[in-house]
């Protein structure tokens, strides 16, 4: 299976603040990586597909960007909204899609 | 407006039995791939099983292979997972999560609520 490795795990940042959250695979995934927003007792929200298309209504402070093995996902300026945690997730290998360990970002 | 609506979940014994649905709402279901995910207490999400739009394609995580049926009815709009032989790790909330592609880049645009199992004695 293709393992996602996210870093940080967990992070504090104030409210304005750019944050970057990054996501290795264990192996080439070219630009099979999309990245999901879960708020506590809420289904994941996707924010951006195939590295860096940004979904439909999602607010162009999110961005990703990345090929290969390694990935970043920024929030230009954090909003009290956007305190939440963050999971990356592989579909290069469809017979195995897996998901990062997720990156929860708490307000300082 | 697109809809997943879970339903199914609840307590069951170890060894036990449930079967969860997923009801499509606002768009084609029979054009579109679903998935199962799962997400245990306090942990991260873990992808359980996908199906083609025809049904005819299936997989299933190691974890839950051979235990587990997904199914889909597409004159219903309806899509399905069967779990039998249930182990205290397969408690979780479950999601249902549509599959859309760009090219061959597939990613899970809509989620469902999600349905809680607990299995336990």
């Known amino acids: 299976d293709i393992q996602m490795t996210q870093s940080p795990s967990s992070l504090s940042a104030s409210v304005g603040d750019r944050v970057t959250i990054t996501c290795r695979a264990s192996?080439?995934?070219?630009?099979?990586l999309n990245w999901y927003q879960q708020k506590p007792g809420k289904a994941p929200k996707l924010l951006i597909y195939?590295?860096?298309s940004l979904q439909s209504g999602v607010p162009s402070r999110f961005s990703g960007s990345g090929s290969g093995t390694d990935f970043t996902l920024t929030i230009s300026s954090l909003q009290p909204e956007d305190f939440a945690t963050y999971y990356c997730q592989q579909s290069y290998s469809t017979l195995r899609v897996t998901f990062g360990g997720g990156t929860k970002v708490e307000i300082k | 407006e697109v809809q997943l609506v879970e339903s199914g979940g609840g307590l069951v014994q170890p060894g036990g039995s449930l079967r969860l649905s997923c009801a499509a709402s606002g768009f084609t279901f029979s054009s579109y791939e679903m998935n199962w995910v799962r997400q245990a207490p306090g942990k991260g999400l873990e992808w359980v099983s996908y199906i083609s739009s025809s049904g005819s394609t299936i997989y299933y995580a190691d974890s839950v292979k051979g235990r587990f049926t997904i199914s889909r009815d597409n004159a219903k709009n309806s899509l399905y997972l069967q779990m039998n032989s249930l182990r205290a790790e397969d408690t979780a909330v479950y999601y249902c999560a549509r599959v859309r592609r760009r090219g061959y880049v597939g990613f899970m645009d809509y989620w469902g609520q999600g349905t809680l199992v607990t299995v336990s004695s």
């Open positions: 195939a590295a860096s």
């Open positions: 192996q080439s995934i070219s630009s099979y």
